[in-house]
């Protein structure tokens, strides 16, 4: 059974904190991807990493960095977490052979206050 | 102009009706079109695929593609509670990394 797991499910923090966002796959894929989901604005893409060591941006990378060290384990990191940083973030990976092998973790809902 | 429209809903059926659920696109580029199904606090997961044009049908689904008018379309035939979910469409384009996804729709199917 293929896997996306993300470290925590629920997730409180501060405004100014540095929160750390891990996800891991157990599908050899190439392709990982950070997403956050809005009501209203569906699924934005943060940043994507298509090798280790390799990050491309998304749509909205503004507040947000990305670590790749191992194929396995991708890293959201708010450098300063904010209010409008409260979300739904979701991490997929995708191997190089097909979009329909994009699977997606459950979820870490993130509320900063 | 987004990539992807998709009228939010919410949607509310009874249990056996048939559910049409719609996305338009913007980019005639895009060649994979896909449906996500989004349960209540989970992750998105992999309902129907099709590459290029047609239709494509899986059990009680149906995904459909009209390249011409850039519309894309998924039919749930003999709707179940089961079936409430958020609907999310996604396409991407051949040589893409980047999936586009619509904004979702909700659908609430009553017993």
């Known amino acids: 059974d293929v896997k996306v797991t993300q470290s925590s499910r629920y997730l409180v923090k501060r405004t100014g904190e540095k929160v750390f966002l891990e996800c891991v796959q157990d599908m050899d894929h190439e392709n990982m991807f950070w997403y956050r989901q809005d009501p209203g604005l569906g699924l934005r893409l943060i940043y994507f990493s298509y090798d280790v060591k390799m990050k491309e941006k998304g749509d909205i990378p503004e507040g947000y960095s990305v670590s790749r060290e191992k194929k396995e384990r991708f890293s959201l990191i708010l450098e300063s977490a904010s209010t409008n940083q409260t979300s739904m973030y979701l991490c997929a990976s995708r191997s190089q052979w097909g979009p329909e092998t994009q699977y997606f973790g459950p979820g870490t809902r993130l509320l900063v206050l | 102009q987004k990539e992807v429209e998709q009228d939010p809903g919410p949607l509310s059926v009874p249990e056996g009706a048939i559910v049409s659920l719609n996305c338009t696109y913007s980019?005639?580029?895009?060649?994979?079109f896909m449906w996500y199904r989004q349960y209540s606090r989970k992750g998105p997961e992999l309902l129907m695929y099709t590459y290029s044009s047609g239709n494509k049908e899986d059990g009680r689904f149906t995904a459909q593609v009209d390249k011409s008018s850039k519309y894309i379309s998924l039919f749930i035939r003999d709707s179940q509670p089961s079936d409430s979910a958020t609907y999310l469409c996604?396409?991407?384009?051949?040589?893409?990394?980047?999936?586009?996804f619509g904004t979702g729709t909700s659908l609430t199917v009553i017993p």
């Open positions: 980019n005639s580029a895009f060649q994979y």
């Open positions: 996604a396409v991407l384009e051949n040589t893409g990394n980047q999936f586009y």
